[in-house]
């Protein structure tokens, strides 16, 4: 099977294995984990900021933020259609007690007067706001990266009215190898930040919160209190050393295959879709010429795995299982389907 699901898919590679095995381990409960302590001093540098955790999960890392940053009855504005607000089972809301209030962006990225204007006023019969969360790179967008020049703008707007704000990072590497821009100074624009160690970057499991040191401090409750206390979190932590010194750059070869296939997708017909659009692993589109449920479960028939997001829309996610090879075997694949 070729799968382009999801770049989660992409397994450790051969190095990371012996990282794993040679990892110096210690209870990470305690702070005694000298691995962990070490991912966590390279991610906070990483990402600019004064202190780093490391939680199981992108979820809980978005979570965690979320509870650190908010008090029940409050609101928290994100993109409508972002990873915290569409696939995180509504968590916000369960755990955190807030309101979410969704705002739709333009290609993941929402305007800074949008978001001003949806700042609450002083008014008893209004939640008050309390966060601002923003995505980068956007999910469901395309992998579509949110312009440095976007974020500054709405953390200035923060700025003014005196509110945090939370990045989730999930693929902000992948945001900076594709447009330049260093990982800290997107993280510059923000309070708190999550990214993932188990994507493109293939990582097993992990993801990294960063922010001020007193939120870290305030945050390791949070991590603690919804069961992410890890005791010989070295293991983990020591695949995630090696995901940040070798598997950054190599995030263009996934990035790269997304292009081959964009432009190869752009040239068939019974598809509608702009190849222009793809600014990282993942490409979305929509198939014109026979049912977009139809289409899925054919690719899956001939080998090819994908992911129907909406009842019109097909996404393929980039990843290091499926080299340039395999993505030229799919590609084939597609176009006999829509033959």
Not at 102 to 127: Q, T
Request: with cysteine; charged share 20%; net charge negative.
């Amino acid at each position: 099977m070729i799968d382009l699901r999801s770049d989660t898919i992409t397994l450790p590679t051969a190095g990371m294995r012996q990282a794993i095995n040679d990892a110096a381990l210690g209870d990470d409960v305690y702070g005694e984990d000298p691995t962990v302590n070490r991912l966590e001093e390279l991610a906070a540098a990483l990402t600019g900021k004064e202190a780093a955790m490391l939680v199981p999960s992108g979820t809980m890392g978005n979570q965690v933020s979320i509870l650190t940053h908010t008090v029940p009855g409050t609101e928290v504005i994100m993109e409508a259609d972002s990873h915290i607000y569409y696939y995180e089972a509504a968590a916000a809301s369960v755990f955190a007690g807030i309101q979410p209030r969704p705002l739709e962006g333009n290609r993941g990225s929402i305007p800074a007067g949008l978001v001003e204007w949806a700042i609450r006023a002083d008014d008893i019969h209004l939640p008050p706001t309390s966060l601002i969360c923003l995505e980068n790179t956007h999910n469901r967008a395309g992998g579509t990266i949110v312009p440095l020049e976007d974020m500054e703008a709405i953390a200035e707007v923060a700025a003014r009215r005196d509110l945090p704000v939370h990045l989730d990072g999930a693929r902000i590497f992948n945001a900076s190898v594709a447009s330049g821009v260093a990982v800290k100074d997107y993280c510059s624009s923000v309070t708190s930040v999550q990214f993932c160690l188990s994507k493109g970057l293939g990582a097993p499991v992990g993801s990294i919160v960063a922010g001020p040191k007193a939120f870290i401090q305030a945050a390791r409750r949070w991590r603690k209190r919804l069961g992410g206390g890890m005791r010989q979190a070295g293991i983990i932590a020591a695949a995630g050393i090696y995901a940040l010194e070798n598997m950054v750059e190599r995030l263009a070869e996934d990035h790269e295959n997304a292009r081959y296939l964009a432009d190869g997708l752009a040239a068939l017909r019974g598809i509608d879709f702009n190849p222009a659009e793809v600014d990282t692993n993942i490409v979305i589109v929509k198939p014109t010429g026979m049912g977009v449920q139809e289409l899925g479960a054919e690719l899956q028939k001939r080998g090819v795995l994908t992911v129907v997001i909406e009842p019109d829309r097909l996404r393929f996610t980039t990843n290091k299982e499926a080299d340039r090879t395999a993505v030229e075997k799919a590609l084939q694949v597609i176009r006999d389907v829509l033959r």
